[in-house]
C-alpha cells in the first residue's frame, strides 16, 4: 500500500492538477492542510470552489485524507476563534477530513483539524484518544498541519517552531507515522529535514517549493520505505530501520 503525501499547496492550481495525475501510482492522497491561500489574488470563496472540485476529482480515483491548516480558515466559533467550516461541510464521497478517520486493511489515517483556543485543542485530544482506544493491529498514522516541536521537521531555518501539544499527543498515544506541513523550508535545511523520529514515531514534512510540481513524499507501507521529491531530487529511508 502507497500513500502519497503532499501539503501546502497554497491554491497552486498546476501542483493540484499534477496530484490528480500522480495519484495514479498509489492508494491514498493525503494533504496535509493549506490548500488555499489567503494571501492570494482569487478570493477565498472562490478558492474554496475550485478546490473542493479539485478534491472531488481525485477521490473518483483514490481515497484522500485532508486535513485544515492556517490558510484554509474561512469561519469563526462564538468564542472567536477561526477554523475550515468549508471542509467540514464539503462532503464528498471518499474524502476524509477533520476528525475523521480513513480505515482499511493496512492502515488509519486520523485526520486533526487545524485549532485555535483551548476548547478547540481539547476536542483534538479527545478525538485521538478516542481513535486510540479503536486502534488495531494496522498502522496508525495522523494527519496534523503543523510538525512536533523539537522535530527536525519543524525547523524553519531559525529556530524549532512546531507544535508542542502535538509533541506531547505523541509522547502519549505513539502513533507509527505522523504526517504534516506548514514550515515550507524545513527540509531544504541543513538543521532540518522532510523526516524524523520521535522514540519509535516516524514524522514527515514533504515542504514546499513555489514550481507546477509539489514537493511530496511517498510512504510504502508494504515495503517499509518513504521516499522524498523535489526540485533539488530525491532521497529514501528505510521505516525498518531506526533513527
Same mark, same amino acid.
Given at each position: 500500500?502507497?500513500?502519497?503525501?503532499?501539503?501546502?499547496?497554497?491554491?497552486?492550481?498546476?501542483?493540484?492538477?499534477?496530484?490528480?495525475?500522480?495519484?495514479?501510482?498509489?492508494?491514498?492522497?493525503?494533504?496535509?492542510?493549506?490548500?488555499?491561500?489567503?494571501?492570494?489574488?482569487?478570493?477565498?470563496?472562490?478558492?474554496?470552489?475550485?478546490?473542493?472540485?479539485?478534491?472531488?476529482?481525485?477521490?473518483?480515483?483514490?481515497?484522500?485524507?485532508?486535513?485544515?491548516?492556517?490558510?484554509?480558515?474561512?469561519?469563526?466559533?462564538?468564542?472567536?476563534?477561526?477554523?475550515?467550516?468549508?471542509?467540514?461541510?464539503?462532503? *464528498?464521497?471518499?474524502?476524509?477530513?477533520?476528525?475523521?478517520?480513513?480505515?482499511?486493511?493496512?492502515?488509519?489515517?486520523?485526520?486533526?483539524?487545524?485549532?485555535?483556543?483551548?476548547?478547540?485543542?481539547?476536542?483534538?485530544?479527545?478525538?485521538?484518544?478516542?481513535?486510540?482506544?479503536?486502534?488495531?493491529?494496522?498502522?496508525?498514522?495522523?494527519?496534523?498541519?503543523?510538525?512536533?516541536?523539537?522535530?527536525?521537521?519543524?525547523?524553519?531555518?531559525?529556530?524549532?517552531?512546531?507544535?508542542?501539544?502535538?509533541?506531547?499527543?505523541?509522547?502519549?498515544?505513539?502513533?507509527?507515522?505522523?504526517?504534516?506541513?506548514?514550515?515550507?523550508?524545513?527540509?531544504?535545511?541543513?538543521?532540518?529535514?522532510?523526516?524524523?523520529?520521535?522514540?519509535?514515531?516516524?514524522?514527515?514534512?514533504?515542504?514546499?517549493?513555489?514550481?507546477? *510540481?509539489?514537493?511530496?513524499?511517498?510512504?510504502?507501507?508494504?515495503?517499509?520505505?518513504?521516499?522524498?521529491?523535489?526540485?533539488?531530487?530525491?532521497?529514501?529511508?528505510?521505516?525498518?530501520?531506526?533513527?
Amino acid at each position: 500500500m502507497r500513500l502519497l503525501v503532499v501539503s501546502d499547496l497554497h491554491y497552486s492550481l498546476k501542483q493540484f492538477d499534477w496530484l490528480c495525475q500522480r495519484c495514479a501510482e498509489h492508494d491514498v492522497v493525503v494533504i496535509a492542510g493549506d490548500l488555499l491561500d489567503i494571501a492570494g489574488h482569487a478570493d477565498l470563496d472562490t478558492q474554496i470552489v475550485v478546490v473542493e472540485k479539485y478534491l472531488a476529482r481525485l477521490a473518483a480515483l483514490k481515497p484522500v485524507a485532508v486535513c485544515s491548516g492556517n490558510h484554509d480558515l474561512d469561519a469563526e466559533s462564538a468564542d472567536g476563534y477561526s477554523f475550515a467550516e468549508w471542509l467540514g461541510y464539503a462532503a *464528498i464521497d471518499n474524502v476524509f477530513v477533520d476528525s475523521q478517520t480513513f480505515r482499511n486493511e493496512l492502515c488509519m489515517i486520523s485526520v486533526c483539524p487545524w485549532w485555535e483556543g483551548k476548547d478547540a485543542c481539547l476536542l483534538v485530544r479527545q478525538f485521538l484518544e478516542a481513535e486510540s482506544a479503536r486502534r488495531e493491529s494496522t498502522k496508525w498514522i495522523w494527519l496534523y498541519h503543523a510538525p512536533p516541536s523539537g522535530a527536525k521537521t519543524s525547523w524553519n531555518g531559525k529556530v524549532f517552531s512546531g507544535d508542542p501539544f502535538l509533541a506531547e499527543m505523541i509522547e502519549q498515544l505513539e502513533p507509527d507515522i505522523v504526517l504534516s506541513g506548514h514550515i515550507h523550508n524545513s527540509p531544504f535545511q541543513a538543521e532540518g529535514s522532510w523526516y524524523d523520529r520521535i522514540h519509535n514515531t516516524w514524522v514527515f514534512n514533504p515542504g514546499h517549493q513555489i514550481a507546477s *510540481i509539489p514537493t511530496c513524499i511517498s510512504i510504502d507501507l508494504d515495503a517499509m520505505e518513504a521516499t522524498w521529491e523535489s526540485g533539488q531530487g530525491d532521497e529514501n529511508i528505510s521505516l525498518a530501520s531506526s533513527a
